[in-house]
Every structure is written in C-alpha cells, then in structure tokens.
C-alpha cells in the first residue's frame, strides 16, 4: 500500500487509542434502518442482516421510539473490563475486543470470545508500535511528547 501511496486501515489496530469500548454508536447516536429498526451497530443494516437479532434494539414505528433498553444495556455491557478473554491482551485497551458485529461475524458466541481477529489485531499492533519505536530511533518517550 505505502509503496503505490494508498493508506491502509485496519480498524482493530490503533495503538494510539485507549477506550473501554470498541465503537461509540450506541453511547453518541440513535442508529435507525430504513426500515425503523433501532440498532446499536451502523453495520446491521436491517432485520434481513445476518446477526441483526444480537444488535437491533428497538423501533422507530408511528412517530414513536420503542427501545428495549435491557437490550441496549447488556450491549453496553461489553467493555474491555468484561471481555474476559481481553483481560491478559497488550492489546485491552486499544481494541476494546474489536468491533462486535465482527466479532459475531467471525463466530463468536455474544462476541464475547477470541476470534481469528484477534490474532491478526494483537500483531498488527505489535507491528505498529515496534515501528514507532523504531521510527523515533529507539525513543520510546520523549519529554514533552
């Protein structure tokens, strides 16, 4: 990619970043399909979607909101303090255990187990930040930095 001037991005990997949470889509927006489906994920595109029963969680039906917040609240419930299989990764605080929908994509039960993904965010990003260090000349941290 660098060779022919075209970023690549990787969603999962982003050393720079610290969350407790992968995507903010269900703290910051009300997400809602073209068919009035309420879902926390910009992904689920509709009830026809795949894993659209793990992240819809309401209506938008006569004017009128109708949300299940137990729903909503056990997928906020999903954080790098809960994903037990985040809790001896380097990469908790970065990835937050990845974007759910992927997760469940790659086959995870709740998106709360490790998947392939995993593998390919923890060396990504170990990849990432030896280049960093490298980058700087072997300076890790700097004053003022």
Known sequence: AARHGVDLFYSGARPEVLVQRFCLAACRALVVTA?????????????????????????????????????????????????????????????????????????????FEPTGRCAITQELTKYLILNKIKDSGGLIWRRGS
């Not at 299989?85 to 380097?90: A, I, L, M, P, T």
């Not at 605080?93 to 997760?103: E, L, M, R, V």
């Open 35 to 111: 068919d009035g489906e309420v879902t926390t994920c910009f992904e689920t595109y509709g009830s026809e979607h795949p894993l659209s029963a793990r992240f819809i969680v309401g209506s938008y039906r006569g004017g009128r909101y109708e949300i299940d917040h137990s729903r909503i609240d056990k997928y906020l419930a999903r954080t790098a303090d809960t994903i037990l299989h985040c809790r001896e990764c380097f990469c908790r605080w970065h990835c937050a255990g990845d974007c759910a929908i992927k997760a469940s994509a790659a086959g995870c039960v709740d998106a």
